[in-house]
């Protein structure tokens, strides 16, 4: 008995790695077990020297979930340190989707950062620079960068070195092209690996964790890249803005939900210019779609 660390997913088949750094094929006992990509799992040997057999899934630290299409939540990934949303120039930065990432990742208790990418195409760089001293304002980490030259790639490297990541974002922000920036190579090749299965067909990485030079991991595939992150109850989504928590303390009502409510020192705040105006927005619009989605109106 061993233990491992799921660091790809097939269809039928996962790749492990063990504790002494050996990667070996393994299959999953029965249908209750679901492993994901980060789990750390306890695997046996079977008859085959690299053919494994994973017994049991370890509790896990946090998972990154979303809705499935029949409402059931997803589990894509486990165990993460960081997640790292990129946003763009082009297509125009959707910042709301930007919020919505973090407050997920808060929720999930997972530390975050904001990447704004493609620096180098002609856009409003002053508003660009911006947003991202609110995040800053706000406990983030935000950096500016471009895949295509290089500009600004070494302090994304910093962010994620020693960390197991995701990086996510709206389709087309460049979140490939960074990937390959800190590999130094073809995501496509390396995310494209197959494995030649028992019954003579090849399987396609389904997801799959890939080893950044320096040190830290990124978990990837499709299902992560462009996930839509979403909530359990509206009452959550305060606790998903970290600038909130400290004035939350100082309002009249222990339930303030920071929206009618007389008394209320966030509000107070926003008002003020202490706390962004836009991403108070942003916490309006999560929690009116959260309600939204838990009765069912969509």
Not at 92 to 116: H, Q, S, T
Request: with cysteine; proline share 3%.
């Amino acid at each position: 008995m061993n233990r491992a660390t799921v660091i790809a997913t097939y269809s039928r088949r996962m790749r492990v790695r063990l504790d002494d750094g050996s990667e070996v094929d393994a299959r999953i006992k029965g249908k209750r077990l679901k492993p994901v990509c980060g789990d750390d799992v306890i695997a046996v040997p079977l008859s085959e020297e690299d053919d494994w057999l994973i017994t049991a899934v370890e509790e896990r630290r946090n998972e990154l979930t979303r809705p499935n299409t029949r409402g059931k939540v997803e589990i894509l990934a486990a165990n993460l340190d960081y997640l790292l949303v990129v946003a763009a120039a082009e297509p125009a930065a959707d910042w709301f989707i930007v919020d919505r990432y973090l407050c997920a990742a808060e929720l999930m208790k997972i530390d975050a950062g904001v990447v704004f990418n493609k620096i180098d195409v002609n856009a409003d760089a002053a508003a660009a620079a911006a947003e991202l001293d609110t995040y800053r304002r706000a406990g983030y980490d935000a950096v500016a960068c471009s895949a295509l030259s290089g500009d600004g790639i070494d302090e994304v490297r910093r962010l994620l070195v020693g960390h197991r990541s995701i990086i996510v974002g709206q389709s087309g922000v460049g979140k490939s092209s960074i990937i390959n920036c800190l590999l130094g190579g073809d995501l496509q090749k390396t995310s494209a690996v197959s494995d030649k299965s028992r019954e003579g067909r090849h399987t396609t990485v389904n997801s799959i964790m890939l080893s950044l030079p320096g040190g830290g991991e990124i978990i990837d595939s499709p299902g992560v890249r462009d996930y839509a992150p979403a909530l359990e109850s509206a009452v959550a989504a305060a606790q998903g803005f970290r600038e909130f928590r400290e004035q939350a303390r100082h309002c009249r009502f222990a339930n303030c939900r920071h929206l009618r409510e007389p008394g209320c020192a966030v509000k107070d705040k926003v008002e003020h210019g202490g706390i962004s105006a836009r991403r108070y927005e942003s916490y309006k619009r999560i929690v009116n779609l959260t309600e939204q989605l838990t009765e069912g109106r969509y």
